[in-house]
Structure formats: C-alpha cells, structure tokens
T-cell receptor, first 114, second 111 residues
C-alpha cells in the first residue's frame, strides 16, 4: 500500500534562508509524486510533480524537488525563503493509471521569520 | 481552460440538519471527481471518489453520502449533521492519472 510521511509538522525558517521540507513515500510501483501548497482557507495548488524522466523537478515560485528512488524521497527545496512562502505544504503519491488515487502526507506548516 | 467551483464557500449548520455541498467542473469531460475533508490542523482525508456518472466509491464509513448526477457535477450530502462533520471540504478533479486540481473549498461549521 502507498503511504507518505513528512518529517516535521512545523518548520520555521528565516527570510532568505534555505527551505527544506522532507517527504518519504512507499509504493509498490514507480510512483507519481507531487507537492501541493495550501494558503489559509484556500484549496490546494500544485507546486510541482514528478512522473517520469528527469529526477530534479522545478516548480512554481522557485521551488524544486528531487526524486531519489534509492532513498524513496522527494524533498522540496527553495534556495531563499520569502514571507509569501508561509503556508501548509503537502507531499502526495499516486500510482497513476485510469483511477488516480492520490495519497497525501499529513502536511508541513512552513513559517517564515522576518 | 478548466475551472472548478464549490459552493457555498462557508456554511454554519445546526446539529441534525441536512447538508448539500455542490462541486462543478468546467472545461473538461469525464473527469474523476473527489471529495476530501480536512479537519482543523489535519491532513486531507479522502471521503468519496467517482470515475463516472452514478459511480461513487466511499473510502470511509461515515455520516455522509455523495452523488454524481451529471458528468461534471459532484454533490456531498448528509441527512443529519453531526458535530464531527465540521471541517474544510475540498472537491478535486483529475483526468488520465496525473495530478488532481482542487476547488476553493467549503468551510462547514456544525453547532
């Protein structure tokens, strides 16, 4: 069965510092992997996704993530945090196919300190 | 381009009252549709999904039901709300096994 773990329910970084949000997954088949962002009282917005091909994936707002099969990880990074990055971040995994059930991690709340 | 709508945006209902939340998708055909609930400070819990008209699968037993009367319409209902039904309800759609696209959500408070 698929599952997703996100290390750290809450992460604080200083403005301008590196953002690193950790995600590990389990899947019996090559997975599709996603990072979503949620601002307060809003729906989820896709930041980036990995399906096949290049393992370093670039997304919106300067975020990127690297798929590491050997480590079953898909950590999200951004070189320099901005105040507007404060939000909830969800990692998700899917086995794809015609029924694309997605399993979401519990989320990491990112705070950016001025 | 595709758009997903949810209404109402916020709802306050007394315990024991009925519920109907609606989700509609524009700009795509035969999408997979999903209802999620997000309790305060918690992750997303998949409630229902649908791969076609009239085809509903429930992920967890609960006080809620879902229906899909039209290709791009997904409705979440309850006959009698419980306090534990409070939360943020999100509708999502997808096509062909890639990412899901989420609506703006409905904040439900049951008093």
């Amino acid at each position: 069965a698929q599952s997703v773990t996100q290390l750290g329910s809450h992460v604080s970084v200083s403005e301008g510092a590196l953002v690193l949000l950790r995600c590990n997954y389990s899947s019996s088949v090559p997975p599709y992997l996603f990072w979503y962002v949620q601002y307060p009282n809003q729906g989820l917005q896709l930041l980036l996704k990995y399906t096949t091909g290049a393992t370093l994936v670039k997304g919106i707002n300067g975020f990127e993530a690297e798929f590491k099969k050997s480590e079953t990880s898909f950590h999200l990074t951004k070189p320099s945090a901005h105040m507007s990055d404060a939000a909830e971040y969800f990692c998700a995994v899917s086995e794809g196919g015609s029924y694309d059930k997605v399993i979401f991690g519990p989320g990491t709340s990112l705070s950016v300190i001025p | 381009s595709q758009t997903i709508h949810q209404w109402p945006a916020t709802l306050v209902q007394p315990v024991g009252s009925p519920l109907s939340l609606e989700c509609t998708v524009e700009g795509t055909s035969n999408p997979n549709l999903y209802w999620y609930r997000q309790a305060a400070g918690r992750g997303l819990q998949l409630l229902f999904y649908s791969v076609g008209i009239g085809q509903i699968s429930s992920e967890v037993p609960q006080n809620l039901s879902a229906s899909r009367p039209q290709d791009r319409q997904f409705i979440l209902s309850s006959k009698k709300l419980l306090l534990s039904d409070s939360g943020f309800y999100l509708c999502a759609w997808s096509v062909a096994g890639v990412e899901q696209f989420f609506g703006p959500g409905t904040r439900l408070t049951v008093l």
